[in-house]
């Protein structure tokens, strides 16, 4: 349970980062001239549909994990590990690209997240204008969707760890303990508007780095280290841990 | 009425086939030639205020919200989620993924069923057939399997695949509009704006409103939009579209300027010298459009295969379900059916020429070049002789002085007497020798009492003496005097091709002018370079033997014939059509328009008139002939690209076709394989654009490309040369 609150915790700190991008989007879609709760249903589709996204997106990456795993098969017989060579090396390519994420939240790599963002995000975020004036009710949730799939670090870096998890249940766990923390930021941002100053906003994305760099530096040592390895495991597969 | 004219689409610019979606966009009506150009389109110009954009985006991401929920928990109940003390919730998951996947369905599938259903209602079964009764097929299976609780249901392969086939489409499209992106200008020429000055103020107004006499603005970087003259400012332009040249030319007060062209370097003020849509930048434009909403033949057989084929497969996939069904269970062998059934649409296949020549039209269109239909390229490829006429093709087309033969006068003195006469007259050879005192400095005789005689020549008086310039009828009808030792000369001068005028004055015949056409300075390297890429060249000329024979020494044609009449023209091409199959045929489109187009290919160089009215399928700009050889290697890529795209569609289809029949490819992933083949063909054909330009420079003969304008101009008329002069 500890690894699905950091998680958590990382989403809820990082999303201060995404007012950005995707916080500004969710000032965009506004209020409702219904009323409030009209206001509140609109900003909830709009997050239930992003989080879809990223369910999927961690059942897919942790899918995709299986299969790689799965179709290796390969045993380390003197470790006599619960990990074989494939997951190892699994984990040591998500936490790396963990860590890289979590540098960049500290200003660092900035080449490579300019590489992560570019692609293709302009035109999906550009297309995404439209949705936003729709009178729609079913529109908030199409823009959710899309949003889901706007190229961002944090999720990069949380499906990467689904991946290592090489199954979909907890997969789709951890981008849910990821997308619930994201709520409270975005559902404010949409309610409120500007809320936190610029200081406290570079204090979360500090804090989601650190949370993301724990992640990340677990995640690797699970790959690496032989010892590591059954206490990594069951922390991450173990729900009451 | 749409934008772009009724037959390309307004997404990718291709030929609007069976396939065609009509939808409102911006309150304009746009046509699509498929579903992924509907929703590029829409996601790219649709404003947020336009209720379709909106609505098809909002569809689509409703689709996926729900497909991907399917998928999610399909994805868990295939890891065994639900296993062992949970495995109760199994029936309840599948009803659960009925109800999701049954809008998912509608939303998605619903332009696949729309298109399927207008089609079969005019008797054809496209591919958008094929997705639906495989989706269908699952679908109808899994509600089945749903109700009868057994293990396995399907809803997320249905959902899926529509899903996959969707966003294929899409991103193919996209694709396809980057590709089409250079055809973009050339078909947007008329309905462009221009800015119009009008006593002071400025207004937008298109193209097609902008007529003779009206001050147009043009800023760096934009399209000159009419012919004009600049009466203010200092630029460069390029006029590659009209000249097939890309390179800069200097614009100052004065200088002419060319529609079509692109403004580089400073702001114009321009005087329209005529009506926006006369311009040949406008009828390029006309003709491109034309063009591109043409079939060639390889399309017509494509689009024939891809419609036997569609019926084919349907077979097909009957009798895998059927063979595999007593092998395996039921679902799964429907599953091997959908499989089969989804990765054999067609699309590539149709895809496979329209882009490839699309592109390469619109390559030659940007450099002057134009193409009546994408069948002209595929024949000039497949061309291996290619037969000159001379005049106007090979030569000049304008005569030159190129000798004098005297008898009692000099040179200079025949020439200013000639000239005085020969300027009060329009005749092409009178033009010549204008030009031709002109360039040796000498004042023209003043002569007055000037008239012409029809037929014959022109008489004037010169300082008290009468003088003729004509040809030996007129001679002999004054009576003058003529000695048989020029006489000789100019009746051997006469044999030989040449055309010669008899000068002269006091009773008395004193010079005889031979004049003649000389081939361009391009002509010989160009003959070179086709005869470098593997073709046959040969000169059909309805000149004199002499004539013909000098100048196919100068430009280095071996094979010749000259006294021909057009049918003998016509003749001579069939014989040639025996042993080299194609045969392509160039002339200057005003004497051998019926040659030109008995032939395989006819090729006219430099006319003016408009292409709806040519008989020649392949327009070069004035002055183009050098640009044949880059012409000619286009048409060969732009082959080749088709051949290429029908043997990738064809052997992706094959293999993918094969491994779905024995069982091998997942439905999904046979999507998967589907949307990617398309991507291919997109990109091998996007190799296209990167061609490089025509490059005068190469060729030996050419004029420098920083020569000023103005003497480019001066020597686009002939120039006696010295040595020629000095023979008399």
Same mark, same amino acid.
């Given at each position: 349970?500890?690894?699905?609150?950091?998680?958590?915790?990382?989403?809820?700190?990082?999303?201060?980062?995404?007012?950005?991008?995707?916080?500004?989007?969710?000032?965009?879609?506004?209020? %409702?001239?219904?009323?409030?709760? &009209?206001?509140?249903?609109?900003?909830?589709?709009?997050?239930?549909?992003?989080?879809?996204?990223?369910?999927?997106?961690?059942?897919?990456?942790?899918?995709?994990?299986?299969?790689?795993?799965?179709?290796?098969?390969?045993?380390?017989?003197?470790?006599?590990?619960?990990? %074989?060579?494939?997951?190892?090396?699994?984990?040591?390519? &998500?936490?790396?690209?963990?860590?890289?994420?979590?540098?960049?939240?500290?200003?660092?790599?900035?080449?490579?997240?300019?590489?992560?963002?570019?692609?293709?995000?302009?035109?999906?975020?550009?297309?995404?204008?439209?949705?936003?004036?729709?009178?729609?009710?079913?529109?908030?949730?199409?823009?959710?969707?899309?949003?889901?799939?706007?190229?961002?670090?944090?999720?990069?870096?949380?499906?990467?760890?689904? &991946?290592?998890?090489?199954?979909?249940?907890?997969?789709?766990?951890?981008?849910?303990?990821?997308?619930?923390?994201?709520?409270?930021?975005?559902?404010?941002?949409?309610?409120?508007?500007?809320?936190?100053?610029?200081?406290?906003?570079?204090?979360?994305?500090?804090?989601?780095?650190?949370?993301?760099?724990?992640?990340?530096?677990?995640?690797?040592?699970?790959?690496?280290?032989?010892?590591?390895?059954?206490?990594?495991? &069951?922390?991450?597969?173990?729900?009451?841990? | 009425?749409?934008?772009?004219?009724?037959?390309?689409?307004?997404?990718?610019?291709?030929?609007?086939?069976?396939?065609?979606?009509?939808?409102?966009?911006?309150?304009?009506?746009?046509?699509?030639?498929?579903?992924?150009?509907?929703?590029?389109?829409?996601?790219?110009?649709?404003?947020?205020?336009?209720? #379709?954009?909106?609505?098809?985006?909002?569809?689509?991401?409703?689709?996926?919200?729900?497909?991907? =929920?399917?998928?999610?928990?399909?994805?868990?109940?295939?890891?065994?989620?639900?296993?062992?003390?949970?495995?109760?919730?199994?029936?309840?998951?599948?009803?659960?993924?009925?109800?999701?996947?049954?809008?998912?369905?509608?939303?998605?599938?619903?332009?696949?069923?729309? #298109?399927?259903?207008?089609?079969?209602?005019?008797?054809?079964?496209?591919?958008?057939?094929?997705?639906?009764?495989?989706?269908?097929?699952?679908?109808?299976?899994?509600?089945?399997?749903?109700?009868?609780?057994?293990?396995?249901?399907?809803?997320?392969?249905?959902?899926?695949?529509? @899903?996959?086939?969707?966003?294929?489409?899409?991103?193919?499209?996209?694709?396809?509009?980057?590709?089409?992106?250079?055809?973009?200008? /050339?078909?947007?020429?008329?309905?462009?704006?221009?800015?119009?000055?009008?006593?002071?103020?400025?207004?937008?107004?298109?193209?097609?409103? *902008?007529?003779?006499?009206?001050?147009?603005?043009?800023?760096?970087?934009?399209?000159?939009?009419?012919?004009?003259?600049?009466?203010?400012?200092?630029?460069?332009?390029?006029?590659?579209?009209?000249?097939?040249?890309?390179?800069?030319?200097?614009?100052?007060?004065?200088?002419?300027?060319?529609?079509?062209?692109? =403004? /580089?370097?400073?702001?114009?003020?321009?005087?329209?010298?005529?009506?926006?849509?006369?311009?040949?930048?406008?009828?390029?434009?006309?003709?491109?459009?034309?063009?591109?909403?043409?079939?060639?033949?390889?399309?017509?057989?494509?689009?024939?295969?891809?419609?036997?084929?569609?019926?084919?497969?349907?077979?097909?996939?009957?009798?895998?379900?059927?063979?595999?069904?007593?092998? @395996?269970?039921?679902?799964?062998?429907?599953?091997?059916?959908?499989?089969?059934?989804?990765?054999?649409?067609?699309?590539?296949?149709?895809?496979?020429?329209?882009?490839?020549?699309?592109?390469?039209?619109?390559?030659?269109?940007?450099?002057?070049?134009?193409?009546?239909?994408?069948?002209?390229?595929?024949?000039?490829?497949?061309?291996?002789?290619?037969?000159?006429?001379?005049?106007?093709?090979?030569?000049?087309?304008?005569?030159? *002085?190129?000798?004098?033969?005297?008898?009692?006068?000099?040179?200079?003195?025949?020439?200013?007497?000639?000239?005085? /006469?020969?300027?009060?007259?329009?005749?092409?050879?009178?033009?010549? *020798?204008?030009?031709?005192?002109?360039?040796?400095?000498?004042?023209?005789?003043?002569?007055?009492?000037?008239?012409?005689?029809?037929?014959?020549?022109?008489?004037? =008086?010169?300082?008290?003496?009468?003088?003729?310039?004509?040809?030996?009828?007129?001679?002999?009808?004054?009576?003058?005097?003529?000695?048989?030792?020029?006489?000789?000369?100019?009746?051997?001068?006469?044999?030989?091709?040449?055309?010669?005028?008899?000068?002269?004055?006091?009773?008395?015949?004193?010079?005889?002018?031979?004049?003649?056409?000389?081939?361009?300075?391009?002509?010989?390297?160009?003959?070179? #370079?086709?005869?470098?890429?593997?073709?046959?060249?040969?000169?059909?000329?309805?000149?004199?033997?002499?004539?013909?024979?000098?100048?196919?020494?100068?430009?280095? *044609? #071996?094979?010749?014939?000259?006294?021909?009449?057009?049918?003998?023209?016509?003749?001579?091409?069939?014989?040639?059509?025996?042993?080299?199959?194609?045969?392509?045929?160039?002339?200057?489109?005003?004497?051998?328009?019926?040659? /030109?187009?008995?032939?395989?290919?006819?090729?006219?160089?430099?006319?003016?008139?408009?292409?709806?009215?040519?008989?020649?399928?392949?327009?070069?700009?004035?002055?183009?002939?050098?640009?044949?050889?880059?012409?000619?290697?286009?048409?060969? @890529?732009?082959?080749?690209?088709?051949?290429? =795209?029908?043997?990738?569609?064809?052997?992706?289809?094959?293999?993918?076709?094969?491994?779905?029949?024995?069982?091998?490819?997942?439905?999904?992933?046979?999507?998967?394989? @589907?949307?990617?083949?398309?991507?291919?063909?997109?990109?091998?054909?996007?190799?296209?654009?990167?061609?490089?330009?025509?490059?005068?420079?190469?060729?030996?003969?050419?004029?420098?490309?920083?020569?000023?304008?103005?003497?480019?101009?001066?020597?686009?008329?002939?120039?006696?040369?010295?040595?020629?002069?000095?023979?008399?």
């Amino acid at each position: 349970m500890t690894y699905y609150l950091v998680i958590f915790a990382a989403g809820f700190a990082g999303s201060f980062h995404c007012r950005g991008m995707c916080g500004g989007f969710a000032c965009a879609l506004g209020r %409702d001239p219904r009323g409030r709760t &009209a206001t509140v249903e609109r900003h909830l589709l709009y997050n239930v549909g992003r989080l879809t996204t990223y369910c999927f997106l961690g059942a897919v990456a942790g899918a995709l994990g299986e299969v790689l795993c799965t179709s290796q098969g390969l045993k380390i017989p003197v470790l006599n590990g619960p990990l %074989d060579t494939a997951q190892r090396f699994l984990a040591i390519a &998500a936490g790396l690209l963990m860590i890289v994420m979590a540098l960049q939240f500290f200003g660092l790599l900035q080449g490579f997240h300019r590489v992560a963002v570019g692609f293709g995000g302009s035109t999906l975020a550009a297309s995404l204008r439209n949705l936003l004036k729709s009178e729609s009710p079913a529109a908030p949730i199409a823009f959710g969707v899309f949003n889901g799939f706007l190229p961002c670090p944090l999720v990069y870096a949380f499906a990467a760890q689904a &991946a290592s998890t090489a199954a979909p249940l907890p997969g789709v766990l951890i981008m849910l303990a990821f997308g619930l923390g994201t709520f409270p930021a975005m559902l404010m941002m949409g309610g409120v508007g500007q809320v936190l100053t610029p200081v406290w906003r570079q204090r979360g994305v500090w804090l989601a780095g650190s949370f993301i760099l724990l992640l990340g530096l677990i995640t690797l040592g699970r790959g690496v280290l032989p010892f590591a390895a059954h206490v990594g495991h &069951a922390w991450a597969t173990g729900p009451g841990g | 009425m749409t934008k772009r004219g009724d037959h390309l689409c307004s997404h990718c610019l291709l030929p609007i086939g069976l396939r065609a979606m009509q939808r409102t966009v911006n309150g304009e009506e746009c046509a699509f030639c498929c579903y992924g150009c509907c929703i590029a389109f829409l996601v790219k110009h649709g404003q947020s205020e336009e209720w #379709e954009a909106a609505r098809l985006l909002i569809r689509l991401g409703v689709g996926a919200f729900l497909t991907m =929920n399917i998928m999610l928990i399909s994805l868990l109940l295939y890891a065994g989620t639900f296993s062992g003390a949970d495995a109760w919730l199994v029936p309840w998951i599948h009803l659960l993924l009925w109800i999701f996947a049954t809008p998912a369905l509608v939303i998605l599938g619903e332009p696949y069923l729309r #298109e399927t259903w207008t089609q079969a209602a005019q008797g054809r079964v496209t591919s958008s057939a094929l997705v639906v009764l495989g989706v269908g097929a699952a679908y109808a299976y899994s509600i089945f399997a749903t109700i009868e609780r057994s293990e396995q249901v399907y809803f997320d392969t249905a959902t899926m695949v529509l @899903m996959l086939f969707t966003i294929g489409s899409y991103i193919e499209a996209a694709g396809r509009a980057k590709a089409a992106r250079d055809l973009e200008p /050339l078909l947007a020429a008329e309905s462009e704006c221009a800015t119009v000055v009008d006593e002071g103020s400025e207004t937008r107004r298109p193209v097609r409103d *902008i007529g003779a006499g009206m001050l147009v603005r043009v800023r760096p970087g934009e399209r000159v939009p009419v012919d004009g003259v600049v009466l203010e400012g200092l630029s460069h332009t390029d006029e590659a579209v009209i000249t097939g040249e890309s390179r800069q030319v200097a614009k100052r007060v004065g200088s002419a300027v060319i529609a079509g062209s692109i =403004n /580089l370097d400073g702001p114009l003020l321009i005087q329209s010298s005529g009506a926006g849509s006369a311009t040949r930048w406008a009828q390029i434009c006309r003709s491109v459009r034309d063009a591109l909403s043409r079939r060639s033949p390889i399309q017509r057989i494509a689009d024939r295969v891809v419609g036997v084929s569609v019926p084919f497969v349907l077979i097909l996939g009957g009798l895998t379900v059927a063979y595999w069904a007593q092998l @395996m269970p039921f679902d799964q062998a429907l599953l091997v059916g959908l499989a089969v059934l989804v990765v054999a649409c067609p699309c590539a296949v149709g895809l496979a020429a329209p882009l490839a020549t699309s592109l390469g039209i619109g390559r030659l269109a940007r450099c002057g070049c134009l193409v009546r239909d994408p069948g002209t390229l595929e024949a000039l490829a497949r061309t291996r002789l290619l037969a000159f006429d001379k005049t106007g093709t090979l030569t000049s087309g304008r005569s030159r *002085i190129v000798g004098i033969e005297s008898d009692g006068a000099g040179t200079d003195e025949v020439l200013a007497r000639a000239a005085g /006469l020969e300027r009060h007259s329009e005749h092409g050879l009178a033009h010549a *020798i204008t030009m031709a005192a002109a360039a040796r400095g000498l004042e023209p005789v003043v002569t007055s009492d000037v008239r012409a005689v029809p037929g014959r020549g022109i008489l004037g =008086n010169a300082d008290g003496q009468s003088m003729a310039a004509g040809n030996s009828a007129l001679m002999s009808d004054l009576g003058w005097w003529l000695a048989p030792a020029l006489r000789e000369r100019a009746r051997s001068l006469e044999a030989s091709g040449h055309s010669v005028i008899y000068v002269g004055w006091a009773g008395r015949v004193h010079a005889v002018l031979s004049l003649d056409d000389t081939p361009l300075p391009e002509a010989h390297s160009t003959i070179e #370079e086709l005869r470098s890429l593997g073709l046959h060249v040969t000169l059909l000329t309805g000149d004199l033997a002499p004539a013909a024979r000098r100048v196919a020494a100068v430009v280095g *044609i #071996e094979d010749m014939q000259a006294c021909l009449s057009p049918e003998a023209k016509r003749a001579a091409l069939d014989q040639y059509r025996q042993s080299y199959e194609v045969v392509a045929m160039v002339g200057d489109g005003l004497n051998d328009g019926p040659v /030109l187009a008995d032939a395989d290919v006819g090729i006219a160089v430099g006319s003016a008139t408009d292409l709806a009215r040519e008989t020649a399928s392949l327009v070069l700009p004035p002055g183009g002939l050098w640009m044949l050889p880059w012409v000619i290697a286009v048409a060969s @890529m732009v082959r080749k690209t088709i051949l290429t =795209n029908l043997m990738w569609a064809f052997g992706y289809n094959l293999v993918a076709l094969t491994l779905a029949v024995l069982g091998l490819l997942q439905p999904v992933l046979a999507a998967a394989v @589907m949307a990617s083949s398309s991507l291919l063909l997109v990109v091998n054909s996007l190799r296209l654009s990167r061609l490089p330009d025509p490059a005068p420079s190469a060729l030996p003969g050419r004029l420098p490309s920083a020569e000023p304008d103005s003497v480019r101009r001066a020597l686009g008329v002939p120039v006696m040369s010295g040595p020629a002069i000095e023979r008399g």
